[in-house]
């Protein structure tokens, strides 16, 4: 992609809902450049309309196939979607990214959707701000629902879910024990649960499994209780009642607003500041130094709550030359 855009066209672009402007702020703010902060500044007044819903769930869930399926039926309103998937791959296989590709691919001509993957790279959590900012594009681009799906396996995934409007967990019968199998706290996330592949064996027992595990939780009367729905992706069954569910608990949400938005909003000021609190000790720390650390938390001559706080005496010390996108 060639520098097609300056930075005030490139805003002007996103919010006029121009696909290639979005695609290429998109690429900034995934690279982490200064362009894409300037960006995200420029934009954010006008983002917080859209619908956020984060679904996330065991890998092979078949989640992309649902969040195709609920793109359609929500397209059918006349509502523009757009779709941020992370690709639990690595970076180097690049496999995962073309699967969803193809299993959203009918949406691809159409101009109401727009559907981007980003892989996981794992630097300070910088997934969650990247996906942040990704929903934070879609937004300011006008599309009135943004999906992000997830596999629920890393603790930042999980997060990331649980800070969308509406959290979807999505379980299979197959996935063994299916609650079990997940990582902890995924079922704590979840709004609305899905038992997906409800068309295999042990859909029921699932559903039954995931009600059990919740009566164990004390709730308050007037506190809302995860319903289960079950769905079929490949055929589309369900899909209406998960959209209904969806309608139910953002009428709930709205007679109790304020914590979920708050929540969301204080995540990511965490995760920016530890973001930006290790991008400054990269900087400010000499060639080797974090290496040399290490080795002598290896070799035990240091405690890694030592060296923790010996590395942040230093990060908070050392000369700082410019944040990045602060000019
Ligand atoms: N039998 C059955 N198969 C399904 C269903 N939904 C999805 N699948 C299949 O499950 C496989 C995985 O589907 P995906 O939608 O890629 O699953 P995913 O959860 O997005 O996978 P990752 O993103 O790789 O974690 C595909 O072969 C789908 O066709 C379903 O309801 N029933
Ligand atoms: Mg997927």
Do not use: C
Not at 29 to 40: F, H, S, Y
Not at 127 to 153: F, M, N, S, Y
Not at 155 to 163: D, N, S
Not at 272 to 300: H, K, N
């Amino acid at each position: 992609m060639t520098a097609a855009f300056t930075g005030s066209s490139l805003a002007a672009g996103v919010l006029a809902g121009d696909p290639r402007a979005v695609a290429r702020a998109m690429s900034l703010v995934e690279d982490e450049t200064p362009a894409g902060v300037r960006l995200l500044r420029a934009i954010f007044p006008r983002t917080g309309r859209a619908q956020l819903l984060g679904v996330t769930g065991p890998p092979g869930a078949g989640k992309s196939t649902l969040v195709d399926r609920l793109t359609g039926e929500i397209r059918q309103d006349g509502q523009a979607v757009g779709v941020v998937a992370v690709d639990p791959t690595s970076p180097f296989t690049g496999g995962a990214v073309l699967g969803d590709r193809v299993r959203m691919g009918r949406h691809f001509s159409d101009p109401g959707v727009f559907i981007r993957s980003m892989a996981t790279r794992g630097n300070y959590g910088g997934l969650a701000r990247a996906t942040g900012d990704a929903a934070l594009i879609l937004d300011a681009a006008g599309k009135d629902v943004v999906i992000i799906e997830t596999v629920g396996v890393g603790q930042g995934e999980v997060e990331i879910a649980a800070t969308a409007d509406v959290a979807i967990v999505v379980l299979v019968p197959t996935s063994g024990d299916g609650i079990q199998a997940l990582k902890a706290g995924v079922m704590e996330i979840a709004d609305i649960f899905v038992v997906n592949q409800s068309d295999l064996d042990g859909a029921d027992r699932l559903v039954q499994n995931i009600a059990a595990s919740q009566a164990l939780r004390t709730a308050a009367p007037d506190e809302w209780r995860p319903p289960i729905v079950k769905t079929v992706a490949t055929t589309g069954e369900g899909i209406p009642e998960l959209r209904a569910e969806i309608a139910r608990f953002q009428v709930h949400a709205a007679a109790t607003p304020g914590s979920r938005m708050r929540g969301r909003q204080a995540f990511r000021l965490r995760e920016l500041l530890s973001q930006r609190f290790l991008e400054r000790l990269d900087r400010v720390l000499p060639a080797g130094e974090w290496e040399r650390v290490i080795d002598r938390m290896a070799a035990r001559e240091i405690d890694p709550y030592s060296a923790a706080a010996e590395l942040m005496e230093r990060a908070m010390h050392a000369p700082e030359p410019t944040l990045p996108g602060s000019a």
